[in-house]
């Protein structure tokens, strides 16, 4: 809120007020940290061996600082303080690979701003009229280090830091501005819709009451119960009274980010006044065809922080939705990279619409928000997460900390190579020899095994170090193969540190000798991501069982749960289950042709737009060749394995009412036409679902199975059953999209019709019709009908 104290780092005040010059991406090893640290330590002990007592290492300092109506506070860690006869000497200590020959008084201003900032805290707090800095640079190759020193005199120390805290305080006085009006017309604002929909205003409160108490909140909310709003709204009601400081909108699709940006654009034709930004993947935002993020090579990148105060305060200013297209034009403008552009302003936004990969994915996640050891700006990570077709994050988390190496790549590198580094052609060797001798003793078998492959992830270390020895030299050095492989060990490096009873090695024995860290269950690292907020909200129309997205989602006993009714007529739905066909595997051979009869019975009785969900592509195209006979008598539309989003549009597109003929779109369950679409009104009369989705037998989903099996006995349909209920839910769901849309589901497999299956059907299901065959089908689509 405006009136609370501005927690900044000695680091954050002087990279805000000071930072200048380019992006850079050039390489910095992954081990840099971890060298700075020690770097920092070696000649903090040595000072202690030479100074004893008369040494202070990393010594905490603070300051409040009062300026008219803003109050901060400037806080950090002094590397070190020597303490001599006549006052002391700050201490800053750089690590550098830049030889130290090449190092002046003038070699990093910055470095030089962040001692002068800890000197005159050190010399209010001490009383000292004069103060001295000495900056120590520790070379990591050479292990030596040089020092400069000057000394400062308070008063010239005081009229440096006025200077930063004046050039804050214009800024934050911008920002509190606007988060005072923000607050008063969230204050004001009424829920925007003439009124609630059945148990909307229920959802709302409990979002609310999550986020008030800091919890987590698991709603399954059928499709019509208004869940952007239902979960947007309370949220908005939460930050304005200060419960949080900024929202996060997480989604798996292009077109739910749509649904959330036009709900927010709803709040503000109704008095909201509050800034949001949509984060768009980097490859996909890039002015540039190839994305070099080099000063030299891209006029974005170049000269990026002498621009982007400028544009950052000019799109505050005169934007509050800063969609992909407003924050293109503006990056245009001011010639900013719009990537770096959109990051840098969901630092002072209200509102973050991204991908799930944006807090979840330790590859891609903003670590400015959500990284380890990260410093925030005074708001504690006071997030509220909502999650968004959170069903979806089950599987994509598996993926997020899932780790591979490919033993073709290794070979293709060392090829690439035998003529070049001979150091990277000898480690390369290594490990390709590595993957020769493992694949002999599989002989043609996979391996599963809970054991870490730690002589390759010793061997993949010493790659790695090789890789990075050339980059420091010259980073082009590698050609793409080269960097992509470095940055897979890096990552398979990464997730051998947390492998543990959640993860198995696989080595798959194919064409190629892949291992594979698996992760089996990501439901503790969900856990821990969730706990750098202050709370989540995780919602879908397809959230069933609930106990088990729960678990999955990395809930625990205290969060709360919720199942909504739909808010649609029951009657709308004509709902049945075809139970005298097998789709199972082994009976699909035999049972396709009655598969093709029950769907040209399903459709014939009513012209309009039906579609035909199928278990696979190759299913889908025994259908379809079955289906021969009747293909006379409609529109086919197939769904393709490698459509473009031109053809994928094309596709939705042609779904439209008043049709000459009746349309038939055949689509395989989970696929890119089972969610996200909204076919509303005529332009869908049905959806015909053929087998109950179960996702395609394979290594990984056994494995699995065997794991929630032992852990909990239920490993079928954690591995199975659940995910592939609820791509036939997902699918079902596209029929009744609006309170007038009317329309029928078949379900066409003897096993919807068995208990354990009918327990995962939706309340809104209620009130089926079992068909035992063709005859009964076409009795109660001619009643419905009617």
């Known amino acids: 809120m405006e009136n609370e104290q501005i927690k900044l780092s000695v680091r954050q005040m002087v990279e805000f007020a000071l930072k200048s010059g380019s992006l850079d991406d050039s390489f910095v090893s992954s081990n840099r940290a971890v060298q700075g640290t020690r770097a ?38 002094a590397d070190g303080i020597i303490l001599a006869e006549k006052g002391a000497i700050i201490e800053e200590i750089k690590s550098t690979y830049c030889p130290l020959e090449h190092i002046s008084e003038d070699f990093n201003l910055m470095h030089w701003a962040q001692a002068k900032i800890y000197a005159y805290i050190y010399g209010i707090q001490k009383n000292l009229r004069i103060i001295s800095i000495q900056l120590t640079y520790y070379n990591l190759d050479s292990e030596a280090h040089k020092s400069l020193t000057n000394s400062f005199d308070l008063e010239e120390l005081e009229e440096f830091f006025t200077y930063i805290i004046n050039k804050l305080w214009k800024w934050f006085r911008f920002i509190q501005g606007n988060i005072k009006i923000r607050n008063q017309s969230i204050s004001a604002l009424q829920f925007p819709l003439k009124s609630y929909r059945k ?40 930050l304005g009274e200060g419960h949080i400081s900024k929202i996060f909108y997480l989604t798996a699709k292009t077109i739910t980010r749509q649904v959330a940006e036009d709900t927010i654009k ?30 030299e090579e891209c006029i974005y990148a170049e000269g990026y922080f002498d621009r982007i105060d400028e544009a950052v305060k000019d799109i505050l200013t005169q934007e509050d939705v800063l969609s992909r297209d407003i924050i293109e034009t503006y990056a245009r403008k001011h010639s900013v990279c719009p990537f770096e552009f959109s990051l840098d302003l969901s630092l002072w936004v209200d509102i973050i619409i991204c991908d799930y990969n944006y807090v979840f994915d330790p590859r891609a996640h903003l670590k400015r928000y959500f990284g380890d050891g990260i410093e ?23 993926a997020m900390y899932t780790a591979a190496i490919n033993k073709s790549i ?81 990552f398979f490096l990464k997730i051998s540190e947390i492998f543990d009873e959640h993860f198995i090695c696989i080595t798959e024995n194919n064409r190629d000798l892949t291992i594979k860290l698996f992760c089996i269950d990501a439901s503790k690292l969900l856990q821990e991501k969730i706990q750098k907020a202050k709370a989540a909200v995780f919602f879908s129309a397809t959230l069933l069982p609930m106990q088990y997205y729960v678990y999955m989602l990395g809930g625990n006993e205290s969060s709360y749960t919720m ?111 089972s969610e996200g679409i909204d ?21 990984e989903r056994d494995v699995i199975m065997d794991y929630f099996n032992n852990q909990k006995g239920v490993g079928f349909d954690y591995a199975y059953k659940f995910p592939g209920m609820n791509k036939v839910q997902q699918a079902a769901g596209r029929v009744i999209r609006t309170e007038k849309d009317r329309g029928i589901v078949v379900l066409i497999d003897d096993r919807f019709n068995q208990l354990g299956y009918k327990k995962l059907f939706p309340k809104e299901w209620e009130g089926y019709i079992v068909a035992s065959n063709i005859g009964k089908l076409d009795e109660f689509i001619t009643s419905f009908w009617k």
């Open 410 to 490: 290794i070979l293709e590198q060392k090829r690439y190579f035998k003529n070049g580094n001979k150091h990277l052609y000898k480690i390369l060797t290594e490990v390709n020899k590595y993957f020769i001798d493992y694949k002999k003793t599989l002989d043609g078998r996979t391996s599963v095994t809970q054991e870490l492959p730690k002589e390759l992830c010793k061997l993949l270390r010493k790659l790695a170090g090789h890789y990075e020895e050339l980059l420091q030299q010259n980073g082009a050095a590698l050609n793409e193969q080269a960097l992509q492989l470095y940055f897979d060990i890096l």
């Open 199 to 238: 148990n909307q205003r229920e959802f709302a409160v409990a979002v609310y009451k999550t986020i008030s108490e800091g919890s987590n909140i698991f709603t399954q909310a059928p499709t019509g119960t208004g869940k952007t709003i239902s979960t947007m709204f309370p949220a908005v009601k939460a």
């Open 376 to 398: 925030n700006s005074g708001n504690d990570r006071q997030y509220a997460l909502l999650v968004d077709e959170a069903h979806n994050l089950v599987d994509r988390s598996r």
């Open 266 to 295: 709803l709040l503000m034709q109704k008095g909201l006044s509050a800034k949001s930004v949509v984060i768009t993947a980097k490859d996909k935002i890039c002015f540039e065809a190839e994305s070099s993020c080099k000063a």
């Open 679 to 699: 076919l509303t009104g005529d332009r869908l009369s049905g959806a015909i679902i053929v087998g109950v989705g179960l996702p395609q037998l394979c290594l």
């Open 40 to 77: 920092h330590q070696k000649l903090q002990k040595q000072r202690k061996q030479e100074l004893g007592d008369h040494y202070i290492s990393e010594l905490s300092l603070s300051l409040p600082v009062e300026k008219e109506d803003i109050s901060f506070l400037i806080e950090g860690r």
């Open 563 to 673: 199942r909504m009714a739909s808010a649609f007529p029951r009657e709308n739905l004509g709902l049945c289950i075809l139970s005298g066909i097998s789709t199972r595997y082994k009976d699909r051979v035999s049972s396709v042709k009655q598969v093709a009869k029950c769907i040209n019975s399903a459709v014939k009785h009513k012209k309009g737009n039906y579609l035909i969900y199928c278990s696979s592509y190759l299913y889908m195209q025994d259908i379809l060749a079955e289906f021969e006979e009747y293909k006379n008598d409609y529109d086919l539309l197939v769904q393709n394995q490698d459509m473009s989003e031109e053809h994928k549009e094309e596709f939705i597109q042609s779904f439209h009412a008043n049709r000459a003929k009746t349309m038939l779109g055949f689509a395989v369950m989970g696929g890119m036409f």
